[in-house]
Nanobody, 126 residues
Framework: QVTLVESGGGLVQPGDSLRLSCRGFGATLDYYAIGWFRQAPGKEREGISCISSMDDGTVYSESVRGRFAISRDYAENTVYLQMNSLKPDDSAVYYC???????????????????WGRGTQVTVAT
């Protein structure tokens, strides 16, 4: 069973960039699809990006497409989420999640993922 640890969150201004990391411990992430989700206070957890295990295919939600980029570093056993042109609406706790035998073409539901990190806070404010 893999353990996921997110890092890289912080307080930034609108228009700034951040790179979040999701590192796996205890097992290789090679065979897991990895999803990034976020949850703002009072809102449901939202799936924003996914990277497949087989071909590193990627999926993005409409809210982040064109601004965020997901990537995988096999040597570091880490999946990254590069976030550019950040907006106040991007403020949330960001979580990564892992699942085997999962197609990112179905991405969106948190219930589809069994393994979760504890999250990292991102705040975008002036």
């Amino acid at each position: 069973q893999v353990t996921l640890v997110e890092s890289g969150g912080g307080l930034v201004q609108p228009g700034d960039s951040l790179r979040l990391s999701c590192r796996g411990f205890g097992a290789t992430l090679d065979y897991y699809a990895i999803g990034w989700f976020r949850q703002a206070p009072g809102k449901e957890r939202e799936g924003i990006s996914c990277i497949s295990s087989m071909d590193d295919g990627t999926v993005y939600s409409e809210s982040v497409r064109g601004r965020f980029a997901i990537s995988r570093d096999y040597a570091e056993n880490t999946v990254y989420l590069q976030m550019n042109s950040l907006k106040p609406d991007d403020s949330a706790v960001y979580y990564c999640a892992a699942e085997t035998h999962y197609s990112c073409s179905d991405f969106g539901l948190p219930l589809d993922f069994a393994t979760w990190g504890r999250g990292t806070q991102v705040t975008v404010a002036t």
